[in-house]
């Protein structure tokens, strides 16, 4: 049997780490709620959710491709070299892109001209994550380098919101603290990649294999562009037929529920990610025994947030004020939506990409294309009636058909 305890180590390691990571923001967002006010706060939660949306085109599911690829050919100087700048032009190139649309649809859609200072701050973090090398230390199985250099980021910049934001008027002063997180993380990481001589020598731009390697990754893209549907475009379509107080309720709960989802998620994913993709070509039998095994595990995790978010609800109400009046109710329907985050997780990014093959990669794409549709149908039914509630329900039934997929051609696996 293969030995996991690296994994299992790594695992702790970045739970302690994630701690921070996501304790942290969970300690800033509520001081922001409060002091913002809903409708300030809502501004922050529109333009996240917009800044998440482009960051995804400037991934374009490198975080899986080039991981992959990376953890395969590492013992390869030449072959890694490639995938390194390949990756990192192609990036570049989509950040331009991104910039070009990301302006077009704040300065095209009136609706939107109360978010635009704001959304234009946040563009920042959009251009940090094209030089997060994420997925370059992931797959050489130091995530610990990503995630010391995120928490030292948020340990020095995010204490600064209590210094500095202290009323509605300093949202501004906000959005540019949080988005410089994201920047002193950027330049961190490109720090060790310099210092510790991490960079395998300079390539020249080579057209074909930066085609090739957005090629291998546009199905990727794709299924992420379906899934930031209820992940982060929930907001923007909220923030388009509700006011912004509205946008700000949906956003605090929408964020506490996910930091303590990733919290558990993300750690197991990428400490396990490079190792089920290696074992899928080594020893097939054993990744998929370790698949049930994270599975159980993860499950018997997200069932705990479940009874924590659903039965405190009223206590966060009660703290964040009158203004935030009603998120009792969205965090009750948010509060199971943890249960089906562990399921659709782990059968999509453990199961079907990192064990499947090409068919497994285009089932992985076509669950969210399914799921671009239910959202769609579901939130523009829902959030003109019901508002932020709507969206609630709209992300819960989302999360539902895609756990359920997921499983369904996970199955096939195992």
Same mark, same amino acid.
């Given at each position: =049997?293969?030995?996991?305890?690296?994994?299992?180590?790594?695992?702790?390691?970045?739970?302690?780490?994630?701690?921070?990571?996501?304790? =942290?923001?969970?300690?800033?967002?509520?001081?922001?709620? *409060?002091?913002?006010?809903?409708?300030?706060?809502?501004?922050?939660?529109?333009?996240?959710?917009?800044?998440?949306?482009? =960051?995804?085109?400037?991934?374009?599911?490198?975080?899986?491709?080039?991981?992959?690829?990376?953890?395969?050919?590492?013992?390869?100087?030449?072959?890694?070299?490639?995938?390194?700048?390949?990756?990192?032009?192609?990036?570049?190139?989509?950040?331009?892109?991104?910039?070009?649309?990301?302006?077009? *649809?704040?300065?095209?859609?009136?609706?939107?001209?109360?978010?635009?200072?704001?959304? $234009?701050?946040?563009?920042?973090? *959009?251009?940090?994550?094209?030089?997060?090398?994420?997925?370059?230390?992931?797959?050489?199985?130091?995530?610990?380098?990503?995630?010391?250099?995120?928490?030292?980021?948020?340990?020095?910049?995010?204490?600064?919101?209590?210094?500095?934001?202290?009323?509605?008027?300093?949202?501004?002063?906000?959005?540019?603290?949080?988005?410089?997180?994201?920047?002193?993380?950027?330049?961190?990481?490109?720090?060790?990649?310099?210092?510790?001589?991490?960079?395998?020598?300079?390539?020249?731009?080579?057209?074909?294999? #930066?085609?090739?390697?957005?090629?291998?990754?546009?199905?990727?893209?794709?299924?992420?562009?379906?899934?930031?549907?209820?992940?982060?475009?929930?907001?923007?379509?909220?923030?388009?037929?509700?006011?912004?107080?509205?946008?700000?309720?949906?956003?605090?709960?929408?964020?506490? =529920?996910?930091?303590?989802?990733?919290?558990?998620?993300?750690?197991?994913?990428?400490?396990?990610?490079?190792?089920?993709?290696?074992?899928?070509?080594?020893?097939?039998?054993?990744?998929?025994?370790?698949?049930?095994? #994270?599975?159980?595990?993860?499950?018997?995790?997200?069932?705990?947030?479940?009874?924590?978010?659903?039965?405190?609800?009223?206590?966060?109400?009660?703290?964040?004020?009158?203004?935030?009046?009603?998120?009792?109710?969205?965090?009750?329907?948010?509060? #199971?939506?943890?249960? $089906?985050?562990?399921?659709?997780?782990?059968?999509?990014?453990?199961?079907?990409?990192?064990?499947?093959?090409?068919?497994?990669?285009?089932?992985?794409?076509?669950?969210?294309?399914?799921?671009?549709?239910?959202?769609?149908?579901?939130?523009?039914?829902?959030?003109?009636?019901?508002?932020?509630?709507?969206?609630?329900?709209?992300?819960?039934?989302?999360?539902?058909?895609?756990?359920?997929?997921?499983?369904?051609?996970?199955?096939?696996?195992?």
């Amino acid at each position: =049997m293969t030995d996991s305890r690296r994994e299992i180590k790594d695992v702790l390691y970045l739970v302690a780490l994630q701690g921070v990571n996501y304790v =942290m923001p969970l300690v800033v967002l509520p001081y922001l709620m *409060v002091v913002l006010g809903s409708d300030r706060f809502g501004l922050i939660g529109f333009s996240t959710g917009l800044a998440q949306l482009f =960051m995804l085109i400037v991934d374009f599911g490198f975080n899986f491709t080039a991981t992959k690829e990376v953890a395969l050919y590492k013992d390869d100087p030449v072959r890694l070299r490639q995938v390194f700048w390949d990756t990192l032009y192609a990036k570049l190139g989509l950040l331009v892109v991104s910039f070009v649309l990301y302006a077009a *649809v704040l300065l095209a859609v009136p609706r939107f001209a109360v978010y635009r200072h704001t959304a $234009f701050i946040f563009f920042l973090m *959009v251009v940090a994550n094209a030089f997060s090398f994420v997925w370059y230390f992931l797959g050489l199985g130091k995530i610990r380098f990503i995630s010391i250099a995120n928490v030292a980021a948020k340990l020095l910049i995010l204490p600064l919101v209590f210094w500095l934001v202290k009323g509605p008027d300093d949202h501004l002063l906000a959005a540019l603290i949080q988005s410089g997180v994201y920047v002193f993380s950027s330049l961190i990481v490109c720090g060790l990649l310099v210092a510790w001589r991490m960079v395998p020598g300079v390539e020249r731009p080579d057209r074909g294999r #930066i085609r090739a390697c957005t090629r291998s990754s546009f199905p990727i893209f794709l299924s992420q562009v379906a899934s930031s549907l209820y992940v982060a475009l929930f907001a923007v379509i909220l923030g388009y037929f509700a006011l912004p107080a509205e946008v700000g309720k949906y956003t605090a709960a929408e964020k506490i =529920m996910r930091s303590a989802c990733y919290l558990v998620f993300t750690p197991v994913a990428q400490a396990f990610y490079p190792k089920m993709s290696v074992l899928a070509r080594t020893d097939r039998a054993e990744a998929k025994r370790l698949l049930k095994r #994270i599975a159980a595990g993860v499950g018997a995790v997200m069932l705990g947030v479940f009874g924590v978010l659903f039965f405190f609800s009223d206590v966060v109400m009660q703290l964040l004020g009158k203004d935030y009046e009603g998120i009792e109710t969205i965090f009750r329907i948010l509060a #199971i939506v943890p249960l $089906f985050v562990a399921l659709g997780g782990v059968c999509g990014q453990l199961g079907l990409l990192a064990l499947g093959d090409e068919c497994d990669k285009r089932h992985y794409q076509h669950v969210y294309f399914v799921a671009a549709a239910v959202a769609l149908v579901t939130i523009l039914a829902l959030v003109p009636q019901y508002g932020a509630a709507g969206a609630a329900w709209a992300l819960l039934v989302t999360e539902v058909v895609v756990a359920c997929l997921m499983g369904w051609y996970g199955s096939k696996l195992v």
